[in-house]
């Protein structure tokens, strides 16, 4: 059951966010415009289109829910695949669970560590082109772009 519902949500997804579907949806709105003074603008008329558009958001709320659900937890998992295989810090798996005053705190702590590193990169940068201009070579401070 959960595999076909994904399957099901997965398709659905796909077949409601494409281009196709929305021009489908515009010509049906369109066609049931143009149909108003056929029926007089009657309350069926206008009940037509407000329960079917109501029943077609209901669903869709939940499938796209589901499919939020499911792309968030695999991003999460290969997220956390990568902070696993790499030299960064293990703390940093399954933070999705902390509450936002932890993460405000864990967000803060690498802001700081970003401007260190930007710190120590500009200062490397400048020395370079210290170095660079005391051997009288400027251009030597700017490294090569590839074209």
Known sequence: MDKFFASFANATARAAGSPFAFLFCVALVI???VSGPLFG???NWQLVINTATTIITFL?????QNTQNRDGV??????????????AGDEFIGIEKL???????????????AK??????QGAIHERKRRARERGDGDAAE???KR
């Open 41 to 43: 603008f009657s309350e």
């Open 60 to 64: 869709m709320v939940f499938l796209i």
């Open 99 to 113: 509450t936002d005053k932890q993460l405000a705190v864990l967000h803060e702590r690498c802001e700081a560590a």
């Open 143 to 145: 490294p090569e772009r």
């Open 31 to 33: 066609g049931w415009a």
């Open 74 to 87: 695999a991003l999460q998992t290969k997220l956390d695949e990568l902070i696993r295989s790499s030299s």
């Open 116 to 121: 260190r590193s930007h710190a120590a990169l």
